[in-house]
T-cell receptor
Framework: DAKTTQPPSMDCAEGRAANLPCNHS???????VYWYRQIHSQGPQYIIH???NNETNEMASLIITEDRKSSTLILPHATLRDTAVYYC???????????FGAGTRLTVKP | DTEVTQTPKHLVMGMTNKKSLKCEQH?????MYWYKQKAKKPPELMFV???????INESVPSRFSPECPNSSLLNLHLHALQPEDSALYLC????????????FGQGTRLTVV
């Protein structure tokens, strides 16, 4: 599976959009991009995933570049409860080999 | 029911003890995972079971012994652990096929003394 690179930390003001980037330049055609987050001392929580089209759900939006080498997770109106470590994972279809990179520690500030 | 339940939530064990961690899900998922997470580090994949058979073993020491007795249950048997094995142990499950998300339990906080 392709490796991912994320900035180690980011800050965001409460109520503003949080844009979290992920680089996955070695992604192959059958690999999906998944985002999870982990709030302190809890299990990771699934947020969203996509293959090549942009995706949106009640939690976030996922923007994947046309060449699929990078993506951005957007939390449209960040709250203090969104403070967490966000992990971008690339994973092949029908594959259970799910590994976490270092992630981005997002701090939402009042 | 979209829960993965892990028991116990906390466990303190001596280096000569034998204990087990338990994970349960009732979502019909046929893939189940164990991860180990040290403080301020990402979860590290340990084992993956697919249709109750071990499909991935990340060269985990034999003092950790996984077991999947049925499609809803996953155990991790612990024996002769070292203090450096102290960590948060996370269980997850997912559908076996397709592009599917994984559901995680809240973990067992293990301390080896």
């Amino acid at each position: 599976d392709a490796k991912t690179t994320q900035p180690p930390s980011m800050d965001c003001a409460e109520g503003r959009a949080a844009n979290l980037p992920c680089n996955h330049s070695t992604i192959s055609g059958n690999e999906y991009v998944y985002w999870y987050r982990q709030i302190h001392s809890q299990g990771p929580q699934y947020i969203i995933h996509g293959l090549k089209n942009n995706e949106t759900n009640e939690m976030a939006s996922l923007i994947i570049t046309e060449d699929r080498k990078s993506s951005t997770l957007i939390l449209p109106h960040a709250t203090l409860r969104d403070t967490a470590v966000y992990y971008c994972i690339v994973r092949r279809y029908n594959n259970n080999d799910m590994r976490f990179g270092a992630g981005t520690r997002l701090t939402v500030k009042p | 029911d979209t829960e993965v339940t892990q028991t116990p939530k906390h466990l303190v064990m001596g280096m000569t003890n034998k204990k087990s961690l338990k994970c349960e899900q009732h979502m019909g998922h046929r893939a189940m995972y164990w991860y180990k997470q040290k403080a301020k580090k990402p979860p590290e994949l340990m084992f993956v079971y697919s249709y109750e058979k071990l499909s991935i073993n990340e060269s985990v020491p034999s003092r950790f012994s996984p077991e999947c007795p049925n499609s809803s249950l996953l155990n991790l048997h612990l024996h002769a652990l070292q203090p450096e094995d102290s960590a948060l142990y996370l269980c997850a499950s997912s559908r076996q096929t397709g592009s599917t998300e994984a559901f995680f339990g809240q973990g067992t906080r293990l301390t080896v003394v």
